[in-house]
């Protein structure tokens, strides 16, 4: 499925957009507000809104999420995070979570569990150029693209 996001970073701890979905017909809004910025004790609290699960034909996601840096406190590059994220599509909330690994300073690989699947994603970045291989519900490849302008 093609999804269409377009955001903008009002300030550091507000972004705004618009997503489209053209197989649903669907237009809606995506927020991502950072309610706690993370610092070296505490971690980051995220609040925000988006289309529902990869999946689901409608429906929209409200979501908290904690998220922490871990490269200084274990030697790894990794960033995981836990939270709930309710979806109108299946009305109920569900545990949600993953986790990124910096392999380079270019190539980064995530896990994102969103209640009910896991999707891998593999990412190489270039300038303000970000692609990357999806596998949407563990399974179904799918290719991601965004660029910073």
Avoid: C
């Avoid at 269409?4 to 507000?33: C, D, H, K, R």
């Avoid at 979501?63 to 109108?88: N, R």
């Avoid at 569900?94 to 999707?119: C, E, M, Q, W, Y």
């Amino acid at each position: 499925r093609l999804r269409t996001m377009l955001t903008y970073q009002l300030v550091p701890w507000l972004t705004v957009g618009v997503e489209y979905n053209p197989v649903a017909s669907y237009v809606g809004p995506i927020v991502n507000f950072v309610a706690l910025t993370e610092t070296e004790r505490r971690p980051a609290l995220i609040l925000g809104t988006s289309s529902d699960r990869i999946g689901t034909p409608e429906g929209r996601s409200f979501y908290a999420t904690i998220s922490k840096d871990l490269t200084e406190a274990t030697g790894l590059p990794i960033a995981p995070y836990v939270g709930v994220s309710y979806g109108q599509f299946d009305d109920r909330a569900r545990p949600i979570g993953g986790i990124n690994v910096n392999l380079t300073d270019r190539i980064a690989a995530s896990a994102l569990f969103d209640g009910v699947k896991v999707h891998p994603l593999v990412t190489f970045s270039f300038g303000r150029h970000q692609i990357g291989a999806l596998f949407a519900q563990g399974k179904n490849p799918g290719v991601t693209y965004s660029f910073t302008f």
